[in-house]
């Protein structure tokens, strides 16, 4: 017969057992606790417990994991990778060194890629899961419904046109195309998130079926009155009325063609046409480079202060700008990396028309311009304004002359239409300075012959009178020889009258 104690103890030692084994299976989760990422705590969902992780960076309390089809908690939790029962419908993160394993239909699956809660079982989902023990049991527990080489495709009905939401919202009847080797359209399923290619909601998501941030769609007024169309929507707060490719950090558009154009098959090369970041726009790329090419305007506005319209980097042969014009044929304007700009026009000088220049600078008064003869190759700087007549500076190549108010330097280095000031002027002659009027050998002239060219010729000997003055020109330097020489030669005069006058005071 048991005594009282003994029975006792084995009552005790049953309820403790009980309540251990109660522990093993009890909701962990506090909503007092803050959670910080890597914590696990235990849930039951559908009636199983199991272990989730928490994944978000910042520490809370404010998500319960047990609500894992809620959009707003579900992608915070996932079932963590020392999970080892039976599979439930939840958020499974890939962990490559750990991949979570988990048991369904008697089989034993290892996770492949991320899934959501609204996935299916992984018996329809090889994609996702590896079956380990598939071959150990009939063929119709593990059935593979994808064809090798045969992305699955999923289907969706629009729901509201809203796809804003983290995971999506996954409401809506919709399909699966599954390949060759199974059916290829199955209506009425719910919208699958871990398909490569979705079609949902208007939009083409390339990612993920749940993933709006890769993908094409059309944003703008739907005009189309054959089918339902939804609501107007906007990208970039635009209406761009067109469809708009869009992705997560930028995208591309590329051209993928054989190195060998001519040949059947052989090596492929990539090529970036077309490549955008949040922040840049690439055209080309650095190894391979395209040109940009437009047949309209390229109309740069709302330049911020200290930025450039236009930025280019290069060499100093480098063209940075270049035009040509395809009337004439040539290159009309170019820029270089060594600062050199060259212009090339077929406009001539014209000394009343404005618009024949090839560089005009024009205030509110007045135009400067520039350019060139090509008849007379003249370079040209011209001034006018709304009252005067235009006045020109030109340089011709000729002789290197320089004309101010003409564009006649007839065989003068400078020529100058109208009067000069100046402070000073410095001459340098070529001939001699007439200093032989004191050489011994000089032959000065009497003032009887002086006197009598005067009369005769009403000008001085050796000086230009003022007809030959106004047919021709004369030399500043020359002329003012000219007149030293008549000064010198009127000292020696006043010289010689002196001894002449000395002679007569001293006979008296």
């Known amino acids: ?29 506090s909503p007092d606790v803050v959670y910080t990422k890597g914590d696990e705590v235990t849930v039951t969902i559908n009636g199983t417990t199991i272990t989730v992780v928490y994944l978000n960076d910042s520490p809370s309390s404010n998500f319960m994991p047990s609500t894992p089809y809620d959009v707003n908690n579900g992608w915070l939790w996932s079932v963590s990778p020392n999970y080892t029962g039976e599979w439930v419908a939840y958020h499974y993160m890939l962990f490559p060194e750990s991949p979570t394993t988990v048991t369904h239909a008697g089989n ?34 593990c059935p593979n419904p994808f064809a090798t080489d ?25 399909g699966i195309v599954q390949g060759q080797g199974g059916k290829f359209i199955d209506i009425g399923q719910q919208r699958e998130c871990q398909t490569p290619l979705s079609l949902y909601n208007n939009d083409i998501y390339f990612r993920d079926g749940c993933d709006p941030h890769a993908g094409l769609g059309y944003y703008g007024i739907a005009d189309n009155t054959n089918v339902p169309a939804p609501p107007k929507r906007l990208f970039a707060d635009t209406d761009t009325d067109g469809p708009v490719l869009y992705g997560w950090k930028g995208g591309a558009l590329g051209i993928r063609q054989r190195r060998n154009l001519s040949a059947v098959n052989g090596e492929h090369i990539e090529k970036i046409a077309l ?15 395209m040109q940009l090419r437009t047949y309209t305007t390229i109309n740069s506005t709302n330049i911020p202060s200290n930025k450039s319209a236009i930025y280019a980097t290069g060499v100093d042969k480098t063209r940075f700008l270049t035009f040509h014009n395809t009337n004439l044929g040539k290159t009309t304007f170019s820029v270089t990396g060594n600062g050199n700009v060259t212009l090339s026009t077929e406009s001539d000088y014209s000394s009343n028309a404005t618009g024949n220049h090839a560089i005009q600078v024009k205030g509110t008064q007045q135009t400067m311009l520039l350019g060139v003869n090509s008849n007379t190759g003249i370079s040209y700087m011209q001034a006018s304004d709304n009252s005067q007549q235009n006045k020109t500076i030109a340089l011709n190549p000729n002789g290197g002359s320089v004309t101010i108010g003409t564009t006649n330097p007839s065989q003068y280095t400078l020529a100058v239409a109208g009067t000069i ?40 000997p050796n000086v230009p009178s003022a007809t030959e003055i106004q047919d021709s020109e004369i030399s500043v330097g020359d002329m003012n020889a000219i007149l030293l020489k008549k000064i010198e030669e009127l000292t020696l005069y006043i010289i010689e009258q002196e001894k002449r006058i000395k002679e007569l005071e001293m006979k008296k």
Request: aromatic letters at 12%; a neutral charge; glycine letters at 4%.
């Open 1 to 29: 017969m048991i005594k009282k104690k003994t029975l006792r103890v084995l009552f005790c030692a049953l309820v403790a057992c009980f309540s251990i084994n109660l522990s093993l299976f009890a909701d962990t989760y």
């Open 108 to 141: 034993t699956y290892r996770l492949l890629k991320e899934v959501w809660a609204s996935t299916t079982s992984p018996a329809s989902n090889s994609w996702a899961w590896e079956c380990l023990d598939c071959e150990l049991s009939s063929a119709q527990s």
């Open 150 to 174: 045969y992305f699955p495709i999923s289907l969706a009905q629009q729901n509201n046109g809203d796809d804003t939401t983290t995971p999506v919202n996954a409401s809506g009847s919709g």
């Open 275 to 289: 490549q955008w970041t949040p922040d840049t726009i690439y055209i080309g790329s650095k190894d391979i480079p």
């Open 421 to 460: 000031v100046a402070e000073g002027i410095y001459c340098k002659l070529q001939s001699n300075w007439p200093d032989y009027v004191f050489d011994k050998s000089y032959e000065l002239m009497p003032l009887a012959s002086v006197e009598k060219y005067i009369k005769k010729n009403k000008h001085l």
